[in-house]
């Protein structure tokens, strides 16, 4: 995981589109947490989970574990496009 998150993570300025397309790769056969991919992209997870994920979760790209008005610390998502395996 850390050799796909690599090009997002060694990237102070990633493109929205390139870290848009690793958050999707990252979680397309499992469930990540927000701190997950935070610590993977070396990115702060509430610019991460505003700027990123909610609206991911919106276009429905992505898929949350409990459900998109959930607040369970354990929130995870997965690609919308492949089904995850937990």
Do not use: W
């Amino acid at each position: 995981m850390k050799n796909m998150a690599e090009p997002v993570a060694g990237s102070q300025r990633a493109k929205q589109e390139q870290v848009r397309a690793t958050i999707l790769d990252l979680c397309s056969e499992r469930f990540l947490t927000v701190s997950e991919l935070s610590i993977l992209l070396r990115r702060h997870p509430g610019g991460l989970q505003q700027r990123y994920i909610s609206p991911m979760v919106r276009e429905k790209l992505l898929t949350p574990k409990f459900g998109p008005s959930s607040n369970n610390p354990n929130q995870a998502y997965t690609s919308a496009l492949k089904p995850a395996t937990e």
